[in-house]
């Protein structure tokens, strides 16, 4: 199981995506926008580099739902492979069978 402390964490930064998300959005797409001055590009881009550094959804991590493993995460059913292998063995994911018994 991971440390509470980087559960917490994450569940923090997503709270941050989510919160800047639109209007990061719109401060990426006037930064590319070539209809615009370079000046309210470069205005655009600097509010961009203003916001919080956790606002990058880049900096959200998959983590299993239910332990928070970072490593070996499978976006299919939101668990790491350890768990994934665990759950599919005890016939809790539906429609997965193991290959060789």
Do not use: C, Q
């Not at 668990?79 to 018994?101: C, D, H, N, Q, Y």
């Amino acid at each position: 199981m991971a440390k509470n402390s980087k559960i917490a964490a994450d569940k923090r930064r997503r709270a941050v995506v989510a919160r800047y998300a639109e209007r990061r959005a719109e401060l990426k797409r006037a930064s590319v926008n070539p209809h615009l001055s370079a000046v309210e590009r470069e205005a655009a881009m600097a509010a961009l580099h203003a916001l919080p550094r956790d606002a990058s959804p880049t900096r959200v991590r998959n983590r299993d739902a239910v332990d928070g493993r970072p490593r070996g995460y499978l976006r299919v059913t939101g668990t790491s492979r350890v768990r994934f292998r665990e759950m599919a063995s005890r016939g809790e994911l539906p429609g997965i069978v193991k290959s060789s018994w």
